[in-house]
């Protein structure tokens, strides 16, 4: 209970383009933050984009210009839009959602695949 559900990973050829989703389920519980990860074998987990309950954003250096976190607030939903994609944005993309009072939760990630 509580953990985010991510979705819209898939297999892409590069320079086309994905929208993640991030469905915050904790029903009533106020959002602090809500961050985009990655992780790919043989490299750190890498922190890709992240929201503040104030709607200021920020993005990593190796996606910036390219990717784009954004919200719908009635939807409890975060969103990752991802274009220009490139073979090293392969990875299994994790959706961290901190809530006041009760700490962050990890959803189960969903796998992006770029490749020709």
């Known amino acids: 209970q509580g953990r985010p559900v991510e979705s819209g990973g898939g297999l892409v050829q590069p320079g086309e383009s994905l929208r993640l989703s991030c469905a915050a389920s904790r029903i009533g519980a106020s959002i602090v933050a809500v961050d985009w990860y990655r992780r790919s074998p043989g490299k750190q987990r890498e922190l890709v984009a992240s929201?503040?309950?104030?709607?200021?954003?920020n993005s990593a250096h190796s996606v910036k210009g390219r990717f784009t976190i954004s919200r719908d607030i009635a939807k409890n939903t975060v969103y990752l839009q991802m274009n220009s994609l490139k073979p090293e944005d392969t990875a299994v993309y994790l959706c961290?959602?901190?809530?006041?009072?009760?700490?962050?939760?990890w959803g189960q990630g969903t796998q992006v695949t770029v490749s020709s």
């Open positions: 961290n959602v901190f809530y006041d009072k009760l700490g962050d939760y």
């Open positions: 929201m503040t309950k104030d709607g200021l954003t």
